[in-house]
């Protein structure tokens, strides 16, 4: 009897003090920073009265939170930026196998993990910004040639510490092996306009401006710097032309953002329909046109600003070796002196 | 008796809890070398450890520099606008850092609108003369003082009115010159106060990570997330943060050493206030530029900035989220700010009260937290709350049948825990300092007379700490308010504050709108700046 009134007035704590979820919630953490999440979050819950719950963070910094959480993690959705980190969540075995008929008609083969434990939602392309008369010559037509003598002093790009960098290089070792990759990176150095620093706007304003005449970002910060407030971001990028290398035995390097169901999501059932409405067409639309994205679902166009730079065949190495890659990638970078 | 060991039982306990983060994050130096180890001790490592001494080095001098001439300007002399001052100094403190790196790289970099300004006015280009970025080691020192020197300024400034009168009176008769009163006097005994500001500036500065990434400068703390977030290792980033710590923890004993036998208690006696030379002519003018020019840069600049994207940009950004996300970072701040002060005290007047190595030591264990970046210390609590979860789990799935879920891990116990682990060094360095302002013969007094432990608190050291407990919440408050990766990584579910959502607005590339909440943060921090310094001319 005793036993039974202290176990039931400690429950009671502890619903209290923990967030003892309803049956109505989807509890997502998410590496995506993005206003348009939030329209979208929100078009999810009027559509169906299922209520979204948000932790922001890094993608590793949540992957190690789930991973501690363990059994008892409340996360029933985890979202990044890039297929990499969902390869690292797969690897902890934080995320569990989806058989969802939408998922795979909606989203590519390649887009998606071959055990289904994670699903691409978007794709950005890693391409170069030229200076007018650099996009006039034909220095630059392959990722390789970044490495090329005859660009010395023309590459800007930025720190190796970033992830959108890691998975280029993870790439170029998937194509041509890690050899091959540490000389890659040293010709890239030597052939740097400045030292890396900044964000991929800071690249593209730098070449803009005179300095170097190769900047490499990621497509969506170019969207997003054509409808800037600041003046000049808006000027930088009248500057330059948008170009897509690809690599000499594939295509242009892309990267995507994505989602995968947590191992002991609580909400299992409404994290599929969670990320089944981020794969629907109309969420697909939102990340085009809000956050200039290039949508997974076929049938769905960029929007027309991302359109307007033309067209490109994706690299079409497994999403994966991006990930398998990335320790390798790092290491390479600080063989090479790519600070 | 009695009541002395429940005061050093409870503070040794509580303590003992704000270090398990760190001591989780120190016992990764032991495990055994990792091929990634190996890996980074043969490509990576010597620059992390050369660029963060070099870090620590230059903003230490740095701060100090500033700091102190800008204290002892201000209270040694009447100049123009010195009024003004006494407020205006603290203030570069209310803006987050690396808000001003963001701007400043906007400026003054080799693509900045001033650079570009002064090349077009002159006629050259860029790579015509000899250029020196910003961008760079050397630009991220100079950013991170101009905001940091607040730290020695106030500490100082602080130290300064109330020991020095008598002092200087004394060293006049003896027929000193000025120059002489301020390096062979003022200096020395201002010591303990610059180190106190300056170790807490150098502590900052480099666990910073907003500025460094940035600018392009490796240190330990870029290297600790490129080795946890790329490699995936997190012993690793955790063997990085323990190398950090050791540093930082090497530079306290040291300067503790060093000053083993000297007391700067003062006597007490005599206290009365500085009687302010008013300045004339050059002099006059040098004292004004002399505490301008921190002023102007580590402030008014960035501030007049930040107030252009502000008006273009408000509009957009002020929602209804926007006043869930002001009041969620207002109540956390204060809440927070309320808790560690109070621990503080009760760390540094048990230290003082009684007088052993462990309890003067138990403070200075507790402050490590400051040294650790946001994110490492996240990882030592995530770790550590899952265990207190899981034993806790564990025990109700063992004897009452039914799983209770998490209970600490995921809700606002995780953040604030994080905020007094970071953040409680501050509070107990301006305790230390307002500590050492009341003459040890006040305590002996106290004995004489019998008074009770309780009175004693209460009549005599309560109404001599309420400057020093206000200065404590105050600059607690304003780190809070400012902080962001901890935040990010333990908060619960829908629960923003002011810094992440500038944060998430840089990240999406709206500098301009990211000022929209950085304004708030502030405008916070400038009210309390200004009650700060207010306090303090009441002193």
């Not at chain 2, 908060?491 to 959502?501: E, G, I, K, S």
Request: proline share 3%.
């Amino acid at each position: 009897m005793l036993k039974k009134t202290i176990g039931k007035t400690l429950l009671g704590i502890c619903i209290l003090g923990s967030s003892l979820l309803a049956s109505g919630e989807v509890n997502v953490y998410s590496h995506r920073h993005y206003d348009t999440d939030k329209k979208l979050f929100k078009m999810f819950e009027e559509k169906t009265g299922i209520k979204v719950n948000v932790v922001k963070a890094k993608a590793s910094a949540l992957i190690k939170r789930i991973e501690t959480e363990g059994k008892n993690s409340p996360a029933d959705v985890l979202i990044t930026v890039d297929a990499g980190r969902l390869y690292q969540a797969k690897t902890k075995n934080i995320l569990q196998p989806i058989s969802s008929a939408i998922l795979n008609k909606n989203i590519p083969e390649n887009l998606r993990d071959k055990d289904n434990q994670w699903f691409g939602l978007t794709q950005r392309a890693r391409v170069a910004l030229l200076s007018f008369d650099e996009a006039k010559k034909s220095d630059i037509k392959t990722y390789e040639d970044l490495a090329d003598p005859k660009n010395k002093g023309k590459v800007v790009i930025r720190s190796s510490s970033n992830i959108y960098n890691q998975s280029l290089m993870a790439a170029v070792i998937e194509h041509h092996g890690e050899a091959y990759a540490l000389k890659w990176a040293k010709g890239v150095v030597s052939n740097m306009a400045r030292k890396p620093k900044g964000n991929d706007r800071a690249q593209v304003v730098t070449v803009a401006n005179g300095i170097g005449s190769i900047a490499i970002a990621n497509t969506y910060y170019i969207g997003k710097m054509v409808h800037n407030k600041k003046e000049a971001q808006r000027e930088a990028i009248k500057k330059v032309k948008v170009f897509f290398p690809t690599f000499k035995d594939g295509g242009t390097h892309v990267n995507v953002s994505g989602a995968g169901v947590a191992k002991y999501a609580p909400n299992k059932v409404n994290a599929v329909k969670f990320i089944e409405f981020l794969a629907s067409a109309q969420a697909q639309e939102l990340f085009a046109k809000g956050n200039y994205e290039y949508p997974v679902l076929a049938g769905v166009k960029p929007s027309k600003l991302v359109a307007s730079w033309g067209t490109f065949k994706a690299d079409d190495i497994s999403m994966n070796a991006l990930g398998q890659n990335n320790k390798t990638a790092i290491k390479i970078f600080d063989q090479a002196g790519w600070k | 008796m009695n009541r002395f060991s429940k005061l050093t039982i409870s503070s040794v306990f509580l303590a003992l809890l704000i270090c398990i983060p760190a001591i989780i994050i120190l016992s990764y130096i032991f495990t055994p070398s990792s091929e990634i180890w190996v890996h980074l001790k043969a490509t990576v490592l010597k620059d992390y450890i050369y660029n963060s001494l070099y870090i620590m080095f230059g903003v230490g001098v740095m701060t100090t520099a500033i700091g102190f001439t800008t204290a002892y300007i201000t209270t040694m002399y009447k100049f123009s606008f010195s009024n003004i001052f006494h407020y205006a100094l603290i203030l570069p403190f209310a803006i987050p850092t690396y808000i001003v790196a963001f701007i400043y790289a906007g400026m003054f970099d080799m693509t900045g609108s001033v650079t570009t300004f002064l090349l077009k006015l002159f006629g050259k280009k860029i790579n015509e003369i000899d250029f020196y970025d910003i961008m760079s080691i050397e630009g991220a020192i100079i950013v991170m003082s101009l905001v940091l020197y607040p730290y020695v300024y106030l500490i100082t400034k602080t130290y300064l009115r109330a020991e020095s009168a008598s002092i200087i009176d004394a060293s006049k008769t003896m027929g000193l010159s000025s120059w002489q009163i301020f390096y062979k006097v003022v200096l020395p005994i201002s010591r303990p106060a610059i180190v106190a500001g300056a170790i807490l500036a150098v502590m900052e500065a480099v666990s910073d990570f907003g500025v460094v990434d940035y600018y392009g400068v490796s240190t330990f703390v870029t290297g600790i997330f490129r080795t946890w977030f790329g490699m995936g290792s997190v012993e690793d980033a955790s063997k990085l943060a323990a190398m950090l710590m050791s540093f930082i923890f090497l530079l306290i004993f040291l300067e503790r050493f060093q000053r083993r036998n000297k007391k700067y208690k003062s006597s007490g006696k005599d206290y009365r206030p500085i009687s302010k030379i008013q300045l004339k002519g050059t002099k006059n003018i040098l004292a004004f530029i002399a505490c301008f020019l921190p002023f102007f840069f580590g402030f008014l600049l960035p501030f007049i900035q930040m107030c252009f994207w502000f008006s273009i940009s408000y509009e957009e950004i002020i929602d209804e989220d926007f006043f869930t996300l002001l009041s969620q970072t207002l109540s956390i701040a204060i809440g927070s700010s309320a808790l560690i002060t109070a621990l503080a005290l009760l760390f540094v007047y048990n230290a003082r009260r009684v007088k052993t190595k462990m309890t003067d030591n138990i403070a200075q264990v507790a402050k490590l937290g400051y040294s650790i970046p946001g994110a490492v210390i996240a990882v030592g609590i995530l770790t550590a709350f899952s265990f207190f979860d899981n034993t806790i789990i564990y025990f109700f799935e063992t004897y009452f049948g039914f799983n209770p879920g998490l209970i600490v891990g995921g809700t606002v116990t995780a953040v604030v825990f994080g905020y007094s682990v970071r953040f409680i060094a501050i509070a107990i360095n301006n305790y230390e300092s307002g500590f050492s302002k009341i003459p040890t013969t006040y305590d002996d007094a106290a004995k004489t007379l019998q008074v009770g432990e309780k009175r004693a608190f209460t009549s005599v050291f309560a109404p001599l700490l309420k400057n020093a407990t206000f200065a404590a919440f105050i600059m607690v408050f304003i780190e809070i308010i400012k902080e962001l990766p901890l935040t990010m990584i333990l908060r619960p579910f829908n629960f923003d504050t002011l810094a992440v959502r500038s944060y998430e607005l840089t990240q999406q590339g709206q500098i301009v709108e990211s000022s929209v909440p950085s304004m708030f943060i502030v405008f916070l921090g400038i009210m309390s700046v200004l009650l700060l310094a207010k306090n303090m001319s009441k002193d």
